[in-house]
């Protein structure tokens, strides 16, 4: 189904908050910085799919979080638990986990992730870009 109006109207309102509505990924902009120092863990992201009226959530679960551009300086993960909507109410969700890599020099990277979602639609993925600044 296309998507239909506004994408980002569905959008949470804290800084790297996502939602995704009626079908349609509303992706953030870019998130960032998020300064780290090596082996640092940051949690960074609300993942969750939910209908935009009733904000009724469609997730079954989110299955995976790969870092597709700036790997081999940032490793992610999710963390199952519930989330709240723009509604203000709580639905399964997860929020992401983000740990630095060890690097020798301050390192500045656009990090691209692909976050995975099992709906009662089926399948369906999202891709976001957070800005990181990693220190030794």
Partial sequence: MPCKGNPMKGLISLVVTIALV??????????????????????????????NS????????????????????????LKAQ????????????????FTAKPVTA???IAARILVTYDTVDGPTTSAHTIDFDIIP
């Fill in 22 to 51: 009626q079908g349609c990924a509303a992706v953030s902009p870019h998130w960032g910085p998020v300064t780290l120092h090596s082996g640092q863990t940051v949690t960074q992201g609300v993942f969750y799919w939910a209908t």
């Fill in 82 to 97: 519930p989330v709240r909507t723009r509604c203000g109410n709580e639905v399964p969700g997860a929020v992401g986990l």
């Fill in 106 to 108: 301050e390192t500045k």
């Fill in 54 to 77: 009733s904000c009724a959530s469609l997730l079954r679960s989110v299955k995976s979080i790969e870092v597709i551009e700036g790997g081999q300086y940032i490793a992610a993960s």
